[in-house]
T-cell receptor, first 112, second 114 residues
Framework: SQKIEQNSEALNIQEGKTATLTCNYT??????LQWYRQDPGRGPVFLLL???NEKEKRKERLKVTFDTTLKQSLFHITASQPADSATYLC???????????WGAGTKLIIKP | ETGVTQSPTHLIKTRGQQVTLRCSSQ?????VSWYQQALGQGPQFIFQ???????GRGNFPPRFSGLQFPNYSSELNVNALELDDSALYLC?????????????FGPGTRLTVT
């Protein structure tokens, strides 16, 4: 069956350290993978998009990798801050249709 | 802020009733997608409209329907409400069809069905 898996347990990280979040998928052939941040009671906010022919994308303190062999994307936040605390969602898109398919998200907690 | 607005913010309805949720997209965005998000879950794709035509639908029954208007506004209609329809409903606008474009989300409408 098809599935997208993100760590269901909250990730606790000390301020200043690098936070790494994982998105694994099964039985999909994504052409794109997107990462979003969601704060409680609010809509998701776009962070990064990476395409299947790209290995890595960076934006300020954020970095995303996409390994189609491992069927996995990693999302890194370097020099983490308490303000980075939120739920992070990955979503993939296939060329065969236009809908985004979402993981359940990982809650990230950055402790001062 | 994304420039995408939704109304109402919260809504309480009774099982069997009908509801209309509204969304105003960012100016210039010709695509709007609607999602249902249950507590602790990721958004589930309901459908997408591109230039006022439905262009892709998720695994939702026909009692979920929508409209997109030329003025960048759109509606999600749900008939014969069921208890399981209680969720956060999100709309997202984009410059093109979903996979390859970032989505700009509104704040959502929290629907409670009793």
């Amino acid at each position: 069956s098809q599935k997208i898996e993100q760590n269901s347990e909250a990730l606790n990280i000390q301020e200043g350290k690098t936070a790494t979040l994982t998105c694994n998928y099964t039985n999909y052939s994504p052409a794109y993978l997107q990462w979003y941040r969601q704060d409680p009671g609010r809509g998701p906010v776009f962070l990064l998009l990476i395409r299947e022919n790209e290995k890595e994308k960076r934006k300020e303190r954020l970095k995303v990798t996409f390994d189609t062999t491992l069927k996995q994307s990693l999302f890194h936040i370097t020099a983490s801050q308490p303000a980075d605390s939120a739920t992070y969602l990955c979503a993939l898109g296939e060329d065969s249709n236009y809908q985004l398919i979402w993981g359940a998200g990982t809650k990230l907690i950055i402790k001062p | 802020e994304t420039g995408v607005t939704q109304s109402p913010t919260h809504l309480i309805k009774t099982r069997g009733q009908q509801v209309t949720l509204r969304c105003s997209s960012q100016s210039g965005h010709n695509t709007v997608s609607w999602y249902q998000q249950a507590l602790g879950q990721g958004p589930q794709f309901i459908f997408q409209y591109y230039r006022e035509e439905e262009n892709g639908r998720g695994n939702f029954p026909p009692r979920f329907s929508g409209l997109q208007f030329p003025n960048y506004s759109s509606e999600l209609n749900v008939n014969a409400l069921e208890l399981d329809d209680s969720a956060l409903y999100l709309c997202a606008s984009s410059l093109g069809l979903a996979g390859d474009y970032e989505q700009y989300f509104g704040p959502g409408t929290r629907l409670t069905v009793t």
